[in-house]
């Protein structure tokens, strides 16, 4: 039971590619989001996902897209990366999309700087 | 929206001290979450309030959750060198909420 993975766990990216950033979990839950983490910021919700096939913004969703085709996968991807997207980013999962009473699992993070 | 403060941003204690660290929301909190992340690494589960008046307890760390809702206290007590990491609490903003919003976090360290 390997609980939240994420790939790479570093990458560098130059101003205009496009990567997508990997997250799968193995614990069968409904709800998948991912987050950034910048200093001083917190962490600020990108988009979420309460089950496959279904998809929302959070805070932070310009410049990322996200689709859940399958429940164990989420997949993160910038179309064309910008310095601002220089960030750690996290995927969380939880058991229940029905609120904010489960526990939500953090996957190990994936640093990512774009020159 | 909901908004998350942490107090403070960073602590510095001598090993052996007590410490408190504090999360206030700007609006009530339904589900407190309290996660710790060691420099460089992923979160870590701590704790979860959701009442009001709740206290939990795990090792040396204890977290309460006021009686109004809007404010949750992390003690640590004979503080050790693996306390040390950032702090964060998350909340929902309502009841049934899907997302959580995140305080901006507190740097710990511990000096031996």
């Known amino acids: 039971n390997a609980g939240v993975t994420q790939t790479p766990k570093f990458q560098v990216l130059k101003t205009g590619q496009s990567m997508t950033l990997q997250c799968a979990q193995d614990m069968n839950h409904e709800y998948m989001s991912w987050y950034r983490q910048d200093p001083g910021m917190g962490l600020r919700l990108i988009h979420y996902s309460v089950g496959a096939g279904i998809t929302d913004q959070g805070e932070v969703p310009n410049g990322y897209n996200v689709s859940r085709s399958t429940t164990e996968d989420f997949p993160l991807r910038l179309l064309s990366a910008a310095p601002s997207q220089t960030s750690v980013y996290f995927c969380?999962?939880?058991?229940?999309?029905?609120?904010?009473?489960?526990?939500?699992?953090f996957g190990p993070g994936t640093r990512l700087t774009v020159l | 929206s909901q908004e998350l403060e942490q107090s403070p941003q960073s602590l510095i204690v001598q090993e052996g001290k007590n410490l408190t660290i504090n999360c206030t929301s700007s609006k009530t909190l339904y589900g407190l979450y309290w996660y710790k992340q060691k420099y460089g690494e992923g979160l870590i589960f701590l704790m979860m309030?959701?009442?009001?008046?709740e206290e939990k307890s795990h090792e040396k760390i204890t977290a309460k959750l006021d009686e109004k809702k809007q404010q949750s206290s992390l003690h640590i007590t004979a503080s050790q060198p693996s306390h040390a990491g950032i702090y964060l609490c998350g909340a929902a903003a309502r009841q049934g909420a899907q997302k959580l919003v995140f305080g901006q976090g507190t740097r710990l360290t511990i000096n031996p």
């Open positions: 309030l959701q009442k009001g008046g």
């Open positions: 969380a999962t939880r058991r229940s999309s029905g609120g904010a009473a489960d526990t939500q699992y």
